[in-house]
């Protein structure tokens, strides 16, 4: 049934005014439109008047509002009439999972680390009771902020007809589980284990009737990764290891995978003349090439400076050169005798050489001045929320192990969505030491506000700030001018960088002897 009796300009609630239709199917159009209370831009669902299933579709909305995961899109509105139903919900830009393998499968662990985002939120959503049971290449967004977004819970399965109120628990935990797992075999290979109805995709290749594994389909991939995959959906194939049946143990399984940050954003560099030949250095790379390699470049670009220009020789350069070779001479000369005279003074004290005021000072005082806390223990803070901030993943900032990292929830904003202050990381030294050095590893992040907190009471209020860092890199050191003794050091993300998420990789901490 046509929903188009609703044309573009219609405005609900006084303030939703639809402006294209986006999708149509069933009785149920997906619009783009404008919260013009807000000025922003909502995706809104409307239904024709013979709509079957309207109060389900409202029922799984208001249920899906109550969720507060940054990565579940958020619902605003769901209104159920006689008149006109609808559903107003965030509206979300990126690209698709399908956009991001269009080309090909994605970098292993950066597939691996956009479905690790997607089983933590889905395993939020079931614990609330909330499953989404339609999971497909198109749900899974990379958000142009730079975030992990599903979308669709609770709302598309029962639009696909798919939801049933007498579904066993285990049976939603189990589709949804397979669905991550398709997903990531997505990313890994560039096509679908599944319904060739489902996506755009290439349908995975079979080998004796079933699916082949990532491993046979794209070299490279990891072989833990593929294992991971294999327990989700082809556990015939991972005889001895126990299967992957719900969004839980599929986010366990992958929790120590790097979670994706923003594409570092190339330093703008000129233009190459158009005037110039190609053996004169004009960059022939194809556009799509030149692209990929510029986010994925972690250094800015080199620079190259111009060769100095060499002026003409002139008649009189013979003698120009004979009078500069006599000044070279005399200048070696006095330097010999200056060095000779300097010399003969030091055995005339002893062998004691004279005091020299430029003299740097020495790095053997700084290094013998602060010792290695070697015996420390981290644990996510989060005083102002639910008190757990990853508590499971802290143990990582601190295990010697660069390449794996603790890492905070993730937001809807750098302010953190407006929902706190801050979050940290908390590191508890053993002892009241007075620390003059920390060196952090912020894992490629970026952009966010970090403060150094010491003293020997783990409250937010009973540690001092010692140092404060705004615009962080890759891997920081800060240096304390005044060392502040405590047991407990804090670094407590007062904005979060890039990704809108807070990240330690590594934690080095030097203290006075």
Excluded at 218 to 241: F, Q
Excluded at 289 to 311: D, E, G, I, K, L
Excluded at 446 to 474: A, H, M, P
Aim: charged share 20%; proline share 7%.
């Amino acid at each position: 049934m046509s929903t188009s009796a609703i044309e573009p300009g219609t405005k609900l609630a006084e303030r939703f005014r639809l402006e294209d239709r986006v999708h149509e199917s069933g009785g149920a159009t997906l619009w783009k439109a404008v919260d013009e209370v807000l000025a922003r831009p909502v995706a809104v669902h409307t239904f024709a008047p013979d709509f079957p299933r309207v109060n389900e579709v409202v029922t799984a909305a208001r249920a899906a509002s109550r969720l507060t995961d940054p990565r579940l899109t958020q619902v605003f509105d769901a209104t159920e009439d006689d008149g006109r139903s609808y559903v107003v919900s965030e509206w979300v830009s990126g690209d698709s999972l399908t956009d991001l393998v269009a080309t090909g499968s994605l970098e292993p662990e950066r597939a691996a680390g956009l479905v690790a985002e997607l089983a933590e939120a889905l395993a939020h959503a079931h614990e609330a009771g909330i499953p989404h049971l339609c999971l497909t290449p198109d749900h899974l967004v990379w958000t142009a902020g730079g975030t992990v977004k599903l979308l669709g819970l609770g709302i598309d399965a029962v639009l696909a007809g798919v939801a049933d109120d007498n579904m066993r628990v285990d049976d939603a935990a189990r589709a949804d589980a397979e669905g991550l797992g398709r997903l990531l075999y997505a990313g890994l290979t560039g096509h679908w284990p599944g319904d060739p109805d489902q996506c755009e995709l290439p349908v995975a290749p079979m080998d004796d009737g079933r699916y082949c594994t990532p491993r046979q389909v794209t070299a490279g991939v990891p072989n833990y990764l593929d294992t991971v995959t294999c327990r989700v959906i082809l556990p015939e194939s991972r005889r001895g290891l126990a299967p992957l049946t719900t969004p839980a143990a599929v986010a366990e399984a992958l929790e120590s995978v790097p979670r994706p940050v923003p594409m570092p954003i190339p330093t703008a560099v000129p233009q190459p003349s158009v005037t110039a030949s190609r053996s004169e250095g004009l960059d022939t790379v194809a556009p799509q090439h030149r692209q990929t390699h510029q986010a994925h470049q972690a250094s800015p670009p080199q620079q190259y400076a111009p060769r100095p220009y060499a002026a003409p020789a002139s008649s009189g350069s013979g003698m120009l050169g004979k009078v500069a070779m006599t000044v070279v001479v005399l200048l070696v000369m006095a330097a010999v005798g200056l060095g000779a005279w300097t010399l003969g003074r030091n055995i005339g004290n002893g062998g004691t050489p004279a005091a020299d005021a430029t003299a740097k000072p020495s790095t053997t005082a700084k290094a013998t001045g602060t010792r290695e806390v070697k015996s420390m223990s981290a644990s996510g803070f989060d005083p102002l929320g639910d008190g757990d901030e990853q508590q499971k993943r802290a143990a990582a900032a601190v295990d010697g192990k660069p390449s794996t990292d603790w890492h905070s929830e993730t937001y809807g904003s750098a302010d953190f969505g407006r929902l706190k202050d801050g979050v940290g990381l908390m590191l508890d030294l053993k002892e009241s030491v007075p620390v003059k050095e920390v060196v952090v590893d912020f894992g490629g992040t970026s952009g966010g506000t970090v403060e150094l907190r010491v003293g020997d009471s783990k409250s937010l209020d009973g540690l001092d700030v010692v140092e404060k860092v705004s615009g962080f890199g890759d891997k920081e050191t800060v240096t304390v001018d005044s060392p502040k003794k405590g047991r407990y050091l804090l670094l407590w993300f007062t904005k979060l960088p890039g990704g809108f998420r807070a990240q330690v990789n590594e934690v080095k901490v030097l203290a006075v002897k």
